[in-house]
């Protein structure tokens, strides 16, 4: 069954339409923070709404909620619908030359306050084309929506914006006088260019509004500041990881050179464990080279030692744990392609295949010895 039904287009908007059968997000975000809502406070919330989520937590508690919503968009109940809907977006978009944002982003706007300042995607370091599509959850106008503005005003408000030097303040006002807000429901997807000026007001309502959106690169646009792993393309994403041998890995981390010296070891685990997630890699093995010794023999074993075979993913959290020494490295690195190890590298965003493990790792180490 298609997954989009059409779209409206014209020259303020354009609008998608998709099947909420076959995408139910309302109902399944929904059941999730509703599922929050009871263990946070021990009893069934009969008939939850998520308009009226205000009505059980405060502002300062939206990080909770969207921290229970994030978690839940790495989910097979989500994701599989997901990827569904940007796979046919790509195809019938894009003519399936694109891909789209792994993870979506969530916002949730309570009455009385807004969601984010007016601002354009593109100054925050997505590329100048990138496509952006959002989806509210709930029907949205007046104050409890996006407001957006036409590609001609954004263009103009961006130019003085830059050449006046505006505040946040001056900013908001400016492009509020440009801005008009979106009337939508649920099965609705707006979709604008990145770099299109839109956010919100103060929500006088008396709903909260759930929405999530997400992005779209086709292919040969610049991608902006962010990483490779950003996107994905339809059809990539890996499955029932855990049931998968191929997809074990192990996490190594240390504190031996460059900016790894000052980045605790407990964030290091989280970016690797993290990223871990995201990329569909189980890794039951954790590693911490040790300190004080210059030969690296934590990560030797790991890649010479009893554990080889039992896994393919060596997830490292910088080039800079590797040996400094370059006939070191060109030694470790042949093992590694040997061993048919998959390195990634996190704080570089690189991944070093073992067809390809010498220029992986060469450009990996490259780009973080350059900042030193």
Request: glycine share 6%; aromatic share 10%; charged share 20%.
């Amino acid at each position: 069954m298609s997954v989009l039904h059409g779209s409206e287009t014209g020259s303020r908007a354009s609008i998608v339409l998709f099947d909420t059968n076959e995408c139910p997000f309302h109902s399944i975000i929904a059941e999730c923070v509703s599922n929050y809502l009871e263990r946070k406070y021990s009893k069934a919330i009969p008939s939850f709404s998520l308009s009226a989520l205000h009505e059980y937590i405060t502002a300062e508690q939206i990080g909770e909620v969207s921290h229970a919503i994030y978690d839940l968009f790495l989910s097979e109940k989500f994701v599989r619908p997901y990827d569904k809907l940007c796979s046919e977006i790509v195809a019938t978009l894009f003519e399936g030359r694109a891909a789209y944002q792994r993870v979506p982003s969530v916002r949730i706007q309570m009455p009385g306050h807004l969601s984010v300042n007016y601002h354009t995607d593109e100054w925050y370091g997505h590329g100048h084309n990138i496509q952006n599509f959002w989806l509210p959850l709930v029907p949205v106008s007046d104050t409890n929506s996006m407001f957006v503005a036409d590609e001609f005003a954004s263009r103009t408000v961006t130019e003085r914006i830059r050449s006046e030097e505006k505040s946040i303040s001056e900013m908001n006002e400016l492009a509020k006088s440009v801005c008009y807000p979106l009337r939508m429901d649920f099965g609705e997807l707006f979709h604008f260019n990145s770099h299109i000026i839109h956010g919100t007001e103060i929500n006088s309502t008396g709903k909260t509004r759930i929405s999530f959106d997400f992005r779209v690169q086709r292919d040969g646009d610049d991608r902006g500041v962010k990483d490779e792993s950003f996107f994905i393309r339809p059809g990539e994403r890996k499955r029932n990881p855990s049931a998968q041998t191929s997809n074990l890995g192990a996490i190594y981390i240390g504190k031996q050179g460059g900016f790894t010296r000052i980045i605790s070891q407990k964030y290091q685990v989280l970016l690797c464990s993290r990223y871990a997630l995201e990329n569909g890699i189980s890794a039951p093995i954790g590693e911490t080279e040790l300190s004080g010794f210059a030969h690296h023999p934590v990560l030797w074993n790991l890649v010479c030692g009893n554990q080889v075979g039992s896994f393919s993913h060596l997830i490292i959290f910088s080039a800079l744990l590797l040996p400094s020494d370059p006939t070191e490295r060109e030694r470790l690195t042949h093992e590694l392609r040997s061993k048919k190890l998959t390195v990634h590298f996190i704080a570089e965003d690189i991944v070093a295949f073992p067809d390809r493990m010498a220029e992986g790792v060469k450009s990996a180490y490259q780009k973080s010895s350059n900042l030193n």
